[in-house]
């Protein structure tokens, strides 16, 4: 339940060693990079702008080849891969890699020529294709298209629109300058869209004819061929085949090449790591024969660094502590068990310098109001065996996937917890099942209660949880205040918010409205309902007086301290949410119910059982679903907004240290 204390390090070593000491720093992975003397004089900033460069080209390089191998050669994965994290490298086995890097990057290149030539063949027979379309009304052709006639006579092609008859061309001929008998008209296709029509007529008629034809909607065709339509259909045809083969052959040998797959993950790995490198070494400051690194290391690190390289090369390590106004980056420390809701915590915000870090109480919250959404004993154990069978199959998994993993499998536990309190075992199957298959009835009593039977006592429940969810949050505000020795903040922001909350509490608890609600009625002595009372006016009156005490105005500070206890209101809204604590819990309850219900309705014997159980695997499969969704997001919001609402500001940066950030492997070596 901490945040790890930062420090400042600096160190300022002998320029021939810079390679060395910054792979060792990038292979260690705890500091992040934050130079402090960029203005020093005599020192200057490398420019390493094209070595960077050159080396991100040659990533996207194995990168764009590794796409390509995907799409023609995809590698065979488990629906579950992405629970297999990245594929642990042996250090040795990453040099013996890297070494043959130039041959490997020569095969990436050899892979995206390939799909360059591929899709150079495919746009070559997309636009063979389009020819073959633009034939196909002219196939009965039996001359070349670009066929100008003989000595005397002139051939027209072209088309007319769709409605177009053989009468109708003729008419329009005569009805132009032409006027001639000379003339032979020959549809050689027809649609809804054209007709394509062959003209004869003499060379001296030609121009008339064409443009009595025209008149018409006649016009020539947009491309012609040189061979008769058939013939030349045929040779695109053949020209489309040796291209697909062309294709076949080429996408051979890009499957081919799938061997070299795992060698290329290391490699865009290797030059991601030098990219970083070569980004990192541009910041530094160099003098002609030293260079200074400069960054944030936590404080229980700074001896690894100061014995993995001050020991081994010659420089000057400082460690200092912090500036007063100087914000860190944020590295959070807490146990198993409370370092599972971190990815919760990091999704609101990260605690800022001296800011408390809530996540060791929010993890005992989080999982206790959890399991009481789900409340079902078997969705439990299905959640939690899931999720344990996960974590030890997938070690690899990614740290914050392994953080989800595991809070859903303590959530899983909770949930078995609060189903046997409430009696939940697939809502009431035990019942249901022994009534309808073995006539008898079979009941598993709640160790607690039942919901179903008793839900105001939960409603009840519900908010008084929360009531301890809220207050706890308030504590956690004073107790910040308190170390930051704000001593008057704590009581007027604090302490009398206690002890009015708590005046109305005791006046509420005797009342009818309360009784109404717990269906039990209570009585407190006299002496408590006077303290009651008595806590209430004091609390009322001291926000009154102190919540505006900024202002030295006493109309505006009076005014201040009665919107400060009209705030009241929120804080009665907040309690009111703790209901879906109530309404989550018998949402499951109530569903796997009429789950059980439906299946129960055909009856025993063995049409029935093959029906109930198809209904009750499918019906509790949709039900634990939905509600495991509902329960996951409905506890958050408890955290966001009514808890971290008490104290809570957040606003810190993570953590980025110089690391070997890798996309497909990771390196075996000493972090």
């Known amino acids: 339940m901490a945040v790890l204390q930062m420090q400042r390090i600096s160190i300022c070593a002998l320029k021939k060693d810079r390679k060395a000491i910054l792979e060792k720093i990038q292979s260690m992975g705890i500091m992040e990079m934050s130079q402090v003397a960029e203005d020093e004089d005599g020192f200057e900033k490398m420019d390493t702008i094209s070595a960077r460069q050159s080396f991100e080209k040659k990533a996207s390089l194995s990168e764009s080849a590794l796409d390509i191998l995907d799409a023609y050669a995809p590698e065979k994965k488990s629906m579950f891969a992405s629970l297999e994290g990245k594929k642990l490298v042996e250090s040795d086995q990453f040099a013996k890699i890297t070494a043959k890097r130039e041959e490997i990057l020569e095969k990436a290149e050899r892979i995206v020529a390939c799909n360059k030539e591929i899709a150079e063949h495919k746009a070559e027979s997309a636009k063979l294709e389009n020819q073959i379309e633009a034939l196909v009304p002219w196939l009965s052709l039996d001359v070349p298209m670009n066929c100008k006639g003989t000595g005397k006579t002139a051939m027209l092609l072209g088309t007319m629109p769709g409605e177009t008859t053989l009468e109708s061309v003729y008419e329009q001929i005569q009805t132009g300058e032409a006027q001639t008998d000379a003339v032979d008209v020959e549809i050689i296709n ?71 797959r795992e060698e290329l993950k290391v490699i865009g790995d290797y030059y991601r790591m030098r990219a970083k490198k070569y980004e990192i070494l541009g910041t530094l400051p160099q003098s002609q024969r030293t260079f200074v690194i400069s960054g944030y290391i936590p404080k229980k690190a700074a001896g690894a660094v100061e014995k993995a390289i001050g020991e081994h090369y010659d420089c000057v390590i400082d460690i200092d502590e912090l500036k007063e106004d100087e914000e860190p980056p944020t590295v959070l420390q807490n146990n198993a068990f409370s ?121 009840i429940y519900s908010m008084a949880f929360g009531l301890v969810h809220l207050f706890v949050g308030l504590g956690i505000k004073g107790y910040m205040q308190i170390k930051d020795k704000q001593y008057l903040d704590f009581f007027c922001d604090v302490v009398l918010w206690f002890i009015f909350l708590i005046g109305l509490i005791m006046m509420l608890i005797p009342s009818d409205i309360f009784a109404s609600i717990a269906q039990v009625k209570i009585v407190f002595p006299p002496v408590l309902n006077t303290l009651a009372k008595a806590l209430s006016i004091i609390g009322a009156v001291g926000l009154l007086l102190m919540s505006g005490r900024s202002s030295k105005n006493p109309v505006l500070r009076l005014a201040l301290g009665a919107y400060d206890i009209y705030n009241i209101t929120g804080w009665l809204s907040d309690v009111l949410s703790y209901s879906r604590l109530l309404a989550l819990g018998l949402a499951t309850g109530v569903i ?12 025993g014997g063995i049409v029935g059982a093959i029906g109930f159980a198809i209904i009750f695997v499918i019906g509790h499969a949709m039900n634990l679903s939905i509600n495991l969704l509902g329960a996951y997001v409905h506890t958050n919001r408890l955290q966001f907004v009514e808890f971290f609402g008490k104290f809570y500001e957040g606003g810190g940066r993570p953590f980025e240290p110089f690391e070997t950030d890798t996309k497909y492997v990771d390196i075996k070596e000493e972090r």
């Open 190 to 260: 027809s649609d809804q869209d054209a007709t394509y029509l062959a003209v004869l007529c003499l060379k001296a008629d030609a121009g008339a004819v064409e443009e009595a034809l025209r008149a018409a909607g006649f016009a020539k065709p947009s491309q012609t061929v040189h061979a008769v339509p058939a013939k030349e259909t045929a040779e695109l045809k053949t020209k489309i085949e040796q291209l697909n083969k062309k294709i076949e052959e080429i996408e051979e040998e890009i499957k081919g090449c799938a061997k070299f």
């Open 339 to 459: 370092s599972s809701v971190e990815g919760v915590l990091e999704a609101y915000g990260l605690p800022h310098k001296g800011e408390f870090d809530p996540t060791t109480i929010m993890s005992f919250f989080y999982v206790f109001f959890f399991g009481m959404m789900l409340s079902d004993a078997a969705y439990g154990a299905i959640v939690a065996i899931a999720c344990f069978v996960v974590l030890k199959k997938y070690p690899r998994m990614s740290a914050s996937m392994h953080k989800s993993i595991k809070l859903f499998m303590f959530c899983g536990l909770s949930t078995i917890v609060w189903g046997i309190l409430f009696s939940g075992y697939f809502g009431d199957a035990v019942d249901v099942i022994g009534r309808t298959f073995f006539g008898v009835e079979v009941s598993v009593p709640p160790l607690w209660f039942a919901p179903l039977n008793d839900p105001m006592k939960l409603l």
């Open 592 to 603: 796997a119910s009429v789950v059980n219900q439906m299946g129960s309705m055909l009856g």
